[in-house]
């Protein structure tokens, strides 16, 4: 999907705008391709499922805006906006709502641009800085996540609505004082998703787990189980050469995307999702959407997507809730992914932002 190209359909009763034409929606992300996170993979499928009823979208991303690396995230490259250059990029687009979907640079910029003109735009919270902070300064924790979540609560304040993936997120915002919480669900390409024969030459057990391979995802908690079988991980990130080094017994095989990676996440026994800071985690529906049991901590995003459903174990003895994961029945976790679809989470998306622009027509 290219930068600001709309990802459109014909118009519908319900995903208009106030004059009956389809209703236009610019997403502005300091996230985009080539990075492969929740974020990026979260609003290229719901732009991809809006095709099917009538929105406009377009996206503001670092493409075409020049960039600089992001200091411990190399590959990760923040845009320097100029403000004349995104007030033309609004005036050609005149969208009815923006939505937010990152705190950076470019987030930012738009923000600030909105409530100059008075344009009802939404945001999205997809990552816990505050935790993520709290990781890397921990000789100063509490100071840190005190001023990440002051600024979170910031950024968001002004907006028509903060979205929040799932229910623990959202009463936690609500009761940190941010306003207009409201859900917006995660959804599941369950075609490209599914169970499927696939024999890694691997031993058995397989352990599986997909991540960004840094700090915060909390790798170290599931590399260092004594299990049987393999353990595999599949990501990239700064931490990938000291977690290799580490854990020589680990099969690393970097990025993976597409086919190559469902077969993985089929091909696996057990998905293992180590992280207590994720909002959502789209890894795991994936892996249930393959038949895949999950095993994980009792973390909140676990605990919303999986609940008690029998598709995963959720316990502080990590290695406990492997090995019962090993006795899950794969058909009950394929059945459970599919009520996830991206279809649906793309109509709540569109909701909110067609209740923003209509906030706009009552203030006019």
């Known amino acids: 999907m290219k930068d600001a190209q709309a990802a459109s359909a014909r118009p519908s009763k319900t995903d208009t705008g106030a004059s009956g034409a389809a209703l236009k929606i610019l997403i502005a992300t300091d996230a985009w391709h080539p990075q492969v996170n929740g974020v990026v993979r979260t609003l290229t499928a719901v732009a991809r499922a809006a095709r099917t009823f009538a929105v406009d979208i377009d996206f503001l991303t670092p493409v075409t805006f020049p960039t600089v690396p992001l200091p411990a995230y190399p590959e990760i490259r923040l845009a320097l906006p100029r403000g004349g250059d995104l007030a033309r990029r609004l005036d050609r687009l005149r969208p009815d709502a923006v939505h937010i979907a990152t705190e950076g640079p470019l987030g930012e910029a738009v923000r600030r641009l909105c409530l100059r003109r008075g344009l009802p735009f939404t945001t999205s ?217 991206w279809e649906r989470s793309a109509r709540i998306f569109v909701g909110h932002l067609r209740e923003a622009a209509g906030r706009r027509g009552q203030a006019g």
């Open 125 to 341: 919270l997809h990552t816990r800085f505050p935790d993520y902070l709290a990781l890397r300064l921990p000789f100063a924790a509490r100071a840190a996540q005190s001023v990440a979540w002051a600024w979170l609560k910031r950024f968001h304040a002004r907006g028509a609505a903060v979205l929040a993936a799932t229910p623990s997120l959202a009463a936690e915002l609500a009761q940190r004082g941010f306003r207009n919480v409201k859900l917006w669900p995660r959804g599941v390409d369950t075609a490209l998703f599914r169970p499927r024969r696939v024999q890694l030459a691997l031993p058995r057990p397989i352990f599986l787990t997909v991540a960004r391979l840094a700090a915060e995802k909390n790798l170290e908690a599931f590399l260092a189980l004594d299990l049987p079988g393999s353990k595999v991980v599949v990501g990239d990130g700064p931490a990938r050469e000291n977690l290799a080094r580490r854990f020589p017994d680990a099969l690393f095989l970097g990025t993976r995307q597409g086919e190559a990676l469902a077969e993985l996440y089929a091909g696996a026994d057990v998905f293992v999702f180590p992280s207590r800071t994720d909002t959502f985690g789209l890894v795991l529906l994936e892996a249930l959407a393959s038949g895949t049991p999950v095993a994980a901590f009792p973390a909140p995003a676990p605990r919303d997507v999986i609940g008690n459903a029998p598709v995963g174990r959720l316990d502080e003895d990590l290695r406990a809730a492997c090995l019962e994961a090993l006795a899950l029945r794969r058909e009950d976790c394929r059945e459970f992914a599919l009520a996830m679809s």
